[in-house]
């Protein structure tokens, strides 16, 4: 009889996601993950894709959000709970897994709560880095939660941004955001109002997390020449920008079908124009037309940037020999006999032939 | 500031479900997971519901199978891959999560492999407990890998079946099959052709696995009051009865919208009428009409029996005192506060504030 193909499930926790980041700083893990977001997003056509699958209840909603290519599937869960902070819970909780195609085992288990904060701000930087000034300096971060020091150093490490201009209606929000970027060059200006916030800034980024149709920006704000980067209109419902704002600007998406389900794009009719960001990157379509046009890009997150920083964590896990196996498939002497794992002479169930791998090969 | 809210995801493996069915008892585990599915199938319009999301390679299929009522969301990870055997690996490999739809928290993460064998033979019998002849004494079970052992018990068990007629194109299958039956008072008769084990069968179940449009059953060995639990065509492209045998029958199907698509059903036209299984439940339609009449339960695998699984996998972890805490997503003192997680004085990892709740409490 042969022996048993291994099916080993690596769990990747949030520890593990901490210590590569201590181990190799934070400015080369989001230069990394930019450049496997960017790498994945010029294999577009490669991947198959749909809009996320989401169960909506009264104040949040939970999604899967699967996508393949030939060799890799991967899915994420998340909710969007914007509640939950009045609880003592995140907004935002992740978790995803990365699967081999030819036989669907799942080898990578990742938390995701924390990595998808890493991504999220490492495609807005993808994003500005094709689309807004290349010389853009000042950012305006409108919203300090969860995600805000995310973004503010994605910013600072990979395009060069200097200065902050901070806005949250809940000033303790923003206190935190200072207190944890304290250690940074980062100049950090605390605005009283969103339009004093974003008067002369260059990047405008709005992370807001109200599970309603907001109006954060509104046309009267907007400059020549300004790149906003809206992250927190994410969901039907959920809005920040006004839609002139929308109509003012050239709009750029990452997954058309999906953005105009969730995105601010929900307020606008089907045949507004957007440019699917991917286009851009591999030269298919304009970016930015010239230095006083604004740019936009209506971030909702997709599939693939999940994708992206599963493999990138998998690649640090072997890299940095972190993480750990755990017993979520069982393994199999005959795959026909799946019923021995019931059997009385399985027990103790930890002996079972079958289950470790070890002593089947021993 | 508040204490941090708990977020604990509790793991149940194989190891725990094994357990938890030698101590029970597998007729029990049997019962108790039939009698979940029935009262789940009874609540049917409290669940959102979806067709389950394919992604389909050259040899297998990975999917995600999402439900939700307004306290209680859940998913399968699962996959299709008919050839894993041939290297060593089982056809059907699953985990899955129920999640606290007003926090969204991933609550309970528990494989499925196993109990997708459970829970798939417990849907079986109450389908035939709707829909065969309540003296129903012999089953005729063609396919004898991985899930035989579990429709064979669970019909033997819950509804009195004393003889299996076998049949299966690969002879070691069927050995192994007998093998582990060996211990029961089921009388197993080897027969080598499908019409030898389906001739005077009062109930057919069909459960092989190519993923190919195969012709297991045809309307010539039907004979009348059978009825056929037909749970092997359950994808695109991999189905197992001739479509007279449906014609012939009277066919109940789980949800409608993904039967469709998936089960023996794909190559009958749209309007072929058929009845879902919870409407008989619930009185709200005829089953079977006479003893002369052919059943068909045309089965292929919905979320709500992942659902019921899991919470009845999530009552014995706790009854029995099993499963063990995974550190899926962190937990935070500030929730506004994410990036406290790479914060160097948070080092080292495993007692980062947040994240170990047992030193937070302390």
Known sequence: MKLPHPVTTQFFSVQDVA???????????????????????????????????????????????????????????????????QNGLPCVMAFGVLADVDTGIPEFLSELTLSTALRTAAMSVVAAQALARPNSRTMALIGNGAQSEFQALAFHYLMGVQELRLYDTDPRATEKLITNLGHTTLRLRLCSSVTEAVRGADIVTTVTADKTNATVLTPDMLEPGMHINGVGGDCPGKTELHPDVLRASAVFVEYEPQTRIEGDLQHLPADFAVTELWQVLAGQAAGRADAKQITLFDSVGFALQDYSVLRLMRDLAKELGLGQPVNLIPELVNPKDLFVLLQPESQPARTAPGVIKDIILA
């Open 19 to 85: 210590t590569a980041v201590h181990t190799l700083g934070l400015p080369t893990v989001f230069q990394r993950l930019a450049d496997t977001i960017r790498a994945d997003y010029l294999r577009w056509n490669d991947f198959e894709k749909c809009a996320r699958v989401a169960n909506h209840s009264k104040d949040g909603v939970i999604e899967l959000m699967p996508i393949s290519d030939a060799k890799t599937y991967s899915f994420k869960y998340v909710n969007g709970h914007p509640k939950n902070t």
